[in-house]
């Protein structure tokens, strides 16, 4: 995944409570890559479990789950975005008390767990992650700048270990996440 240009890191930002999380909307078109949501997801009615997405330039070209893997496949169709990376999420197990599946997004997106969680949205990215003024954000720039458009927004969780590394602007590598804690 790659971050993208002009890019800022949100967090309690009212877009959902209890917002344990950091987020950003990251340029889809650098998503490469296979992510696994190990955890369930509640959608429209629809129980999906074990989700599992290949990413090639920046598309989901295979979907894969245990259960409801017609209706995964089926919602990234929705759209042209459906099937691009919207956002990427890291929380930190110390902060969430949410221990359990609770069949709500708002809820599963900030599940502490033993090693935190990494969620990432198909669909739609956020615009308030651009770093720059809002008022210069149009469709244009949106595009230039790798911010997906599509009416879906699905958020997919993963609880395994996972460290997460930074590439800063003089090119040095930073671990910022680890063992489920931010490092900084």
């Known amino acids: 995944m790659v971050p993208g240009r002009e890019r800022r890191w949100l967090g309690v930002s009212g877009h959902n409570i209890p917002s344990f ?9 650098g998503t490469e890559g296979v992510y696994y949501a190990d955890q369930p997801s509640f959608r429209s009615g629809n129980y999906v479990e074990g989700v599992r997405l290949t990413f090639e330039k920046g598309v989901a070209i295979k979907t894969e789950a245990k259960v409801g893997d017609e209706f995964v496949a089926k919602q990234l169709t929705l759209d042209e975005g459906a099937n691009r990376l919207g956002e990427f999420s890291l929380t930190d197990r110390r902060f969430s008390k949410i221990t359990a599946f609770m069949a709500n997004t708002l809820f599963d997106e900030n599940f502490g767990g033993d090693q935190g ?53 003089g090119g040095e590598d930073l671990v910022i996440y680890k063992d489920g804690e931010f490092q900084y």
Do not use: M
Not at 21 to 29: A, H, V
């Open 21 to 29: 999380e950091i987020f950003l909307s990251p340029d889809w078109r």
């Open 117 to 169: 969680n990494c969620h990432v949205a198909v669909g739609a990215s956020y615009s308030d992650t651009f770093a720059g003024d809002q008022s210069t954000l149009d469709d244009e720039k949106k595009r230039e700048l790798g911010f997906n458009d599509s009416a879906l927004h699905w958020d997919l969780v993963s609880t395994e270990r996972k460290t997460v590394t930074a590439t800063l602007k």
